[in-house]
C-alpha cells in the first residue's frame, strides 16, 4: 500500500529547467572541452597542432600537451572541478575511474592547482584485479591509462563535486590492450589506412580522414522505487523471476506512443540534460507497447565520443 501511495502522491523532487529563460542551445556542449573551447583558449600553433593529432594521427609534442594541460585545468576549475579522472572501459563490461586532486602542497606550507602534461598523458592505476583473458598472472599488476585525444574531456556533475573526466585508453606495462577502447582505437586506425588506400587507388590524391560512427539506441523499463524494493528478483538478478507471463502479441498497443507519464519525466529529462551538455544530441523520448517502457536515441557520433554518453553515470 505504501508504493500504491507514493505512486498516487507524486511530486517533483527538483524543479524543472525554464528553458524560455535559458535556450536549450546555450547549455549545448558547455561541459565539454571540445573544439570550441581549445579554439578560444589555447595558442593558434598549439590549436592547430592538437587538431592535426585528432585528424591526422600525428605525433603529440609534449610541449603541445602541456599547453593543453593548462587550458583544461583552468576551464575545468571555472566549472567547479576539484578533482580529475582518468576514466577508462576494463573487461569487466563498466566504467572505471581513477582519481586525482588538482592540489599539489607547496614548499611553504600551502597548496596551489597543479596539472601538467605528464598527468594528462598518463595514469598508473592498480590493474591487479582487472580480466586480462591469462595474459598475466595477478601479482603484475601494472597498468596505464593513456589519453585518448580523439575523445573530448568533459565535466561530470553530481551532488558530491565536480570532476574533470578525461577518456583514456587502458594497456599493461607490456602494451597488451586490457580494456575496449584500445582494440576500438586499433580498428579505427585500421579502417582509415585502407579506406585511404582504396580512395587513392579511385583517383583520390588527398583522401581526409576516413572514421565510422555509433548510436547507442537504448530502450530500458522504468518502475517506481517502491515497487521496484519490493521485488526480490529484480533487485538480485535485475529482471523479472515471476509473475504473469510477458504479452507475446499486440495485447498492449494502446500503450505504444502514449502520453508519458508525469513522474516518469525526470528520469527521461536528466539523460536527455546530460547529452545537452556533452554537445550530444538525442532523441526522441517514446513510449513503448510495454508499460514503462521507454526508447532513447541518441544521435550518430565518432565511437570515441559516443562513449562518453553511453558508459557515464
Known amino acids: ?54 585528424d591526422n594521427g600525428e605525433k603529440l609534442d609534449i610541449s603541445v600537451a602541456d599547453a ?15 578533482h580529475y ?36 598523458i598518463q ?40 570532476i574533470l573526466c578525461i577518456p583514456t585508453a587502458f594497456c599493461s606495462w607490456t602494451g597488451e590492450a586490457l580494456d ?20 587513392r587507388l579511385f583517383g583520390d590524391a588527398n583522401p581526409g580522414l576516413v ?3 555509433a548510436g547507442c539506441e537504448q530502450e530500458y523499463f522504468l518502475i517506481d522505487r517502491n515497487f521496484f524494493f519490493a521485488r526480490p ?3 538480485n538478478a535485475g529482471r523479472t523471476l515471476f509473475g504473469a ?5 499486440q495485447e498492449l498497443e494502446d500503450q505504444y506512443f502514449g502520453a508519458i507519464p508525469d513522474r516518469f519525466w525526470p528520469a527521461c529529462w536528466r539523460p536527455n540534460m546530460n547529452c545537452t551538455n556533452w554537445a550530444s544530441r538525442s532523441r526522441p523520448v517514446i513510449t513503448r507497447w510495454r508499460p514503462g517502457n521507454m526508447r532513447w536515441l541518441p544521435f550518430m557520433k565518432t565511437p570515441t565520443w559516443r562513449r562518453i554518453t553511453s558508459t557515464s553515470r
Open 68 to 82: 593543453v594541460a593548462v587550458a583544461m585545468r583552468d576551464w575545468a576549475i571555472e566549472k567547479g572541478a576539484t
Open 1 to 54: 500500500m505504501n508504493a500504491v501511495a507514493a505512486v498516487t502522491n507524486y511530486k517533483p523532487i527538483e524543479k524543472p529547467l525554464n528553458f524560455s529563460e535559458t535556450p536549450s542551445k546555450s547549455l549545448f556542449g558547455i561541459n565539454v572541452f571540445g573544439d570550441s573551447v581549445m579554439r578560444e583558449r589555447l595558442p593558434k600553433s598549439v590549436y592547430r597542432a592538437i587538431r592535426r593529432t585528432i
Open 123 to 162: 595514469g598508473e592505476p592498480d590493474a591487479s584485479s582487472f580480466p586480462s583473458g591469462g595474459l598475466r598472472a595477478t601479482f603484475e599488476a601494472r597498468g596505464y591509462t593513456a589519453w585518448d585525444v580523439t575523445s573530448p574531456a568533459y565535466i561530470l556533475e553530481n551532488p558530491n563535486g565536480t
Open 180 to 199: 575496449k577502447k584500445v582494440p576500438l582505437l586499433r580498428s579505427m586506425q585500421a579502417l582509415n589506412t585502407n579506406a585511404q588506400r582504396i580512395l
Open 233 to 235: 528478483d529484480l533487485i
Open 211 to 213: 572514421f565510422s560512427t
Open 85 to 120: 579522472a582518468h576514466v577508462f572501459y576494463p573487461l569487466t563490461g563498466q566504467t572505471a575511474e581513477k582519481h586525482d586532486s588538482f592540489l599539489e602542497p607547496t614548499s611553504s606550507g600551502g597548496v596551489m592547482a597543479e596539472f601538467s602534461a605528464k598527468q594528462l
Open 245 to 249: 507471463k510477458p504479452p507475446k502479441g
